[in-house]
């Protein structure tokens, strides 16, 4: 499979794991996600991965229903390592080299994040998932993905929602929504679309990173994107 990246980060939401499932994981659609990433892996293109949390617990949710956002945000991060390991066993099981890091030391489990380590696991054909979010508290998961890829030199984020791309609109209230095919960053932060929170947009802005909003769950749809296929939703400067 020719493809135009030699290095992407893979931003999934943590809803992505629990498949049909209100919450938690569900072991068939971990094991799906895992193949489709083995089967790009297998091409060559070095991957990272940022996992969300909500499955399990997002902080900002705690933090509505009374809960102090700085307690309630670690506690999120902590469901993002839950994550990170059962999906490196996944891909473990799919046969392709894996390590986790974290923003927080949990020396048992995982490796702390330490930039120059985790761009030679990537030099070295292993996939490295980055676990813990960016280690402080009121930042999410989209920061965390434009962070880390921007500190691994990665070519371009690829979100995985559960839609084709960015609407005017959400497409499963609103009947007569439009699907964008491109957009600039601009564009979405003037609009307010509900792509990334802003921080996260406005970091891949400033480091001219793009970002392809696709839909997960199409079996084939990673492959699709990392070729170059004409999938979803793309943000840049154009």
């Known amino acids: 499979m020719a493809t135009p990246y030699k290095r992407i980060l893979l ?8 498949g049909p499932e209100p919450y938690g994981i569900h ?19 070095e991957l990272g991965i940022v996992l969300g949390g909500g499955n399990i617990f997002r902080g900002i949710a705690g933090s509505a229903q009374g809960m102090d956002r700085a307690q309630a945000d670690y506690m999120g991060m902590i469901a993002t390592v839950m994550n990170a390991l059962a999906f490196q066993e ?30 030679r696991h990537l030099e070295k054909g292993r996939v490295v998932i980055f676990g813990g979010g960016t280690g402080n508290p009121y930042f999410t998961t989209d ?26 609109k959400d497409p499963v209230k609103h009947k007569d929504a439009v699907r964008f095919d491109r957009l600039t960053y601009m564009n979405v932060l003037e609009r307010g679309l509900n792509v ?39 943000v840049s400067n154009e």
Do not use: W
């Open 196 to 234: 990334m929170d802003s921080t996260a947009v406005t970091l891949c802005m400033d480091n001219h990173l793009p970002i392809i909003v696709f839909d997960m769950n199409r079996e084939g749809n990673i492959r699709r994107v990392t070729s170059g296929e004409p999938v979803g939703t793309i």
């Open 11 to 18: 931003k999934l939401s943590g809803e992505a794991l629990s």
């Open 90 to 119: 996944a891909l473990e099981r799919a046969g392709v080299a894996t390590r986790v890091q974290t923003a927080i030391k949990m020396e048992q489990i995982a490796e702390v994040y330490i930039r120059r380590r985790a761009i």
């Open 27 to 45: 072991v068939p659609t971990l094991q799906s996600i895992a193949r489709q990433v083995a089967e790009v892996h297998e091409c060559g293109i």
């Open 143 to 168: 920061t965390t993905a434009a962070l880390r890829a921007t500190e691994i030199g990665a070519e371009v984020i690829l979100k995985a929602t559960k839609v084709d791309g960015i609407y005017d």
